[in-house]
T-cell receptor, first 111, second 113 residues
Framework: EAAVTQSPRNKVTVTGGNVTLSCRQTNSHNYMYWYRQDTGHGLRLIHYSYGAGNLQIGDVPDGYKATRTTQEDFFLLLELASPSQTSLYFC??????????FGHGTKLSVL | GEKVEQHQSTLSVREGDSAVINCTYTDTASSYFPWYKQEAGKSLHFVIDIRSNVDRKQSQRLTVLLDKKAKRFSLHITATQPEDSAIYFCAEGGMPNYNVLYFGSGTKLTVEP
């Protein structure tokens, strides 16, 4: 079973703060994704990557940067956090054959 | 607009009855339609999918139907059990990466004893 580990599980920051969410997958998947989940919107794709050094823009990229440093690690960066970025963030990975494997999520609150 | 719409935000059925969750999509190039389940307080996991070269796929108590003409697909759960209670998300994707998925807003299914 694919393992996708996110950290931290919970994060509280203030408006204008700097936040980094981390994701590591240990199944040699090429693709990794960052989604946010908000009531009424389902999951919305922020950024994704198909390999180290690659970054693709999703549906809601504004206010987010991301970096894929290795095949295993994908980071989401909020450099000037705003209350509208309060959300539940999911990282996922896939090998483009067997569906997405999701992490347990990071609950972010921006005060 | 949204790439995929999930029309029921909630659905309640009695244990043993069937449940049907419907989604519509807009992109004629969409060719992959998976469903994911999220139990309370947990992450999402894959349950079943269908590709556009077929119009029906069954896995045990789950069946997915795809109507390409109407751009509609649905998840049918028969003989529902309390453990089927969860939020179900439909999604769609296409070439070149089937797993760049766009999700619906979710349907919270409650199976009542």
């Amino acid at each position: 079973e694919a393992a996708v580990t996110q950290s931290p599980r919970n994060k509280v920051t203030v408006t204008g703060g700097n936040v980094t969410l981390s994701c590591r997958q240990t199944n040699s998947h090429n693709y990794m994704y960052w989604y946010r989940q908000d009531t009424g919107h389902g999951l919305r794709l922020i950024h994704y990557s198909y390999g180290a050094g690659n970054l693709q823009i999703g549906d809601v990229p504004d206010g987010y940067k991301a970096t894929r440093t290795t095949q295993e690690d994908f980071f989401l960066l909020l450099e000037l956090a705003s209350p509208s970025q309060t959300s539940l963030y999911f990282c996922a990975s896939s090998d483009n054959r067997a569906g997405l494997f999701f992490g347990h999520g990071t609950k972010l609150s921006v005060l | 607009g949204e790439k995929v719409e999930q029309h029921q935000s909630t659905l309640s059925v009695r244990e043993g009855d069937s449940a049907v969750i419907n989604c519509t999509y807009t992109d004629t190039a969409s060719s992959y339609f998976p469903w994911y389940k999220q139990e309370a307080g947990k992450s999402l996991h894959f349950v079943i999918d269908i590709r556009s070269n077929v119009d029906r796929k069954q896995s045990q108590r789950l069946t997915v139907l795809l109507d390409k003409k109407a751009k509609r697909f649905s998840l049918h759960i028969t003989a529902t059990q309390p453990e089927d209670s969860a939020i179900y998300f439909c999604a769609e994707g296409g070439m070149p990466n089937y797993n760049v998925l766009y999700f619906g807003s979710g349907t919270k299914l409650t199976v009542e004893p």
